[in-house]
């Protein structure tokens, strides 16, 4: 049985590992929390937090699922304290690729994230039907090494194959391909377009049509034109969406929008994720 020491184990992603590691015959959970709040949290699920130390100090596998600006201050502080061979799993690759995790060569960093589950999907419970982050539905990941033998991304992606259960395909990427995908593709990008596109509603709202219409139209439009531009179907869009798409690039998107996603602008973004704000921590109970 592997020990996993879980910093931040009462937190929204914690909260959701907790309850897939505990029932694993596989894995040993030491939970680990800071502040009232979340110790009070984890005494209501009848958990009892480690000592930030002990747990380092024991743990076979240590899971940070902490906020992005305070990873390299708790990897900062346990790191020197774990076991020869131990896995460093972060879940998100800001950190990482930002250059925050401490140099130690006998211990190897995994990183992971969960793409969530699919909006198209085979799901038939409602309740998996209505499960946007996952833990319920099924759902792909995403799985990188950044240090360490072959053997440990193995152990890492088995891992988390079960923090996020149920899973179907693990995507085996590097980590620089995972900051490609966040924060460039999903939250640069993807959020970005998906916020215009509700406050486009809102504005729609806003001229008279009614709520419930916009949001109607809006939602079922979404769903058809997901299904052509991503091949679930076999259709094209009309002739006259494609000319109202090309004169709408124009007035909405800036020609080099494409920046985005080269490597220097890829990690100022990240720098900014964890560095930028660095200073709101200070002060705050951390792990």
């Keep these: 049985m592997a020990t996993v020491a879980l910093y931040g184990a009462a937190g929204k992603m914690g909260t959701r590992i907790v309850e897939n590691l505990r029932s694993a015959t596989e894995y040993g959970l030491l939970p680990v929390e800071a502040g009232a709040s979340g110790l009070a949290r984890l005494r209501e699920r009848g958990l009892r937090s480690w000592a930030a130390d002990d747990a380092a100090r024991v743990a076979d596998i240590v899971v940070l699922a ?47 994230h969960p793409c969530h589950p699919p909006i198209v ?6 309740l998996a039907r209505r499960d946007f982050f996952g833990g319920v539905a099924k759902q792909h990941i995403v799985c990188a090494l950044l240090q360490g033998p072959e053997e440990a991304y193995a ?40 916020t215009v596109m509700r406050e486009a509603l809102d504005e729609a709202i806003a001229r008279g049509v009614p709520p419930e219409a916009a949001r109607d139209f809006c939602l079922g439009h979404m769903n058809v034109n997901l299904g052509i531009l991503f091949g679930f179907l076999d259709a094209q869009v009309s002739d006259g969406a494609k000319m109202a798409v090309e004169r709408a690039r124009e007035r909405i998107f800036r020609p080099d929008w494409r920046r985005v996603f080269e490597q220097e602008c890829v990690l100022a973004e990240v720098r900014a994720i964890t560095g930028a704000i660095q200073s709101s921590v200070k002060g705050k109970d951390v792990p």
């Design 66 to 112: 902490v906020p992005d600006v305070a990873i390299g201050q708790v990897a900062s502080a346990i790191v020197p304290m774990l076991k020869p061979g131990v896995l460093l799993v972060c879940l998100d690759p800001a950190a990482p690729y930002a250059g925050q995790l401490p140099m130690r060569e006998d211990v190897s960093y995994f990183v992971a």
């Design 121 to 126: 999907n085979d799901e038939t419970s409602p």
């Design 155 to 194: 152990q890492g992606e088995a891992l988390c194959r079960q923090m996020f259960a149920p899973v179907m395909r693990a995507h085996h990427v590097t980590v620089e391909q995972m900051a490609i995908l966040e924060p460039a593709l999903s939250e640069t990008v993807v959020l970005t377009c998906m």
